[in-house]
């Protein structure tokens, strides 16, 4: 099993979360952040005004996933969330040592 970290542009949740569904994933978690990259935030101009924004807005997605769906969902969010424009974000894989449903007490893939 391995979780998969997406962090993508706000706007792009719909698009990234209607092409899970449809290649089935079964659940997903989203929270809202702010962060930064190699853009470190950008200029914005507000009554004639203008300031730096440090940490720009972005959706963090968290799916977890059998190991063969790996690669699969990594390209379905790539491509569903790009815009060819700075800050598209990242997706980041990491493994999960163990999962349990708190319903059920289904373990491991049984929980996802």
Do not use: N
């Amino acid at each position: 099993m391995k979780l998969i970290i997406a962090v993508i542009k706000p706007f792009k949740l719909d698009e990234v979360r209607e092409a899970l569904m449809e290649a089935g994933a079964g659940g997903m978690t989203v929270t809202e952040v702010k962060g930064y990259g190699r853009q470190k935030g950008h200029k914005e101009i507000y009554r004639g005004a203008e300031y730096q924004i440090s940490f720009v807005p972005k959706i963090k997605i968290e799916v977890a996933v059998p190991e063969d769906l790996v690669a699969r969902t990594v390209e379905i969010i790539s491509e569903s969330a790009r815009t060819g424009e700075i800050g598209d974000g990242k997706i980041f894989v990491t493994p999960i040592d163990h999962a349990v449903r708190i319903r059920t007490g289904e373990s491991d893939s049984d929980a996802l």
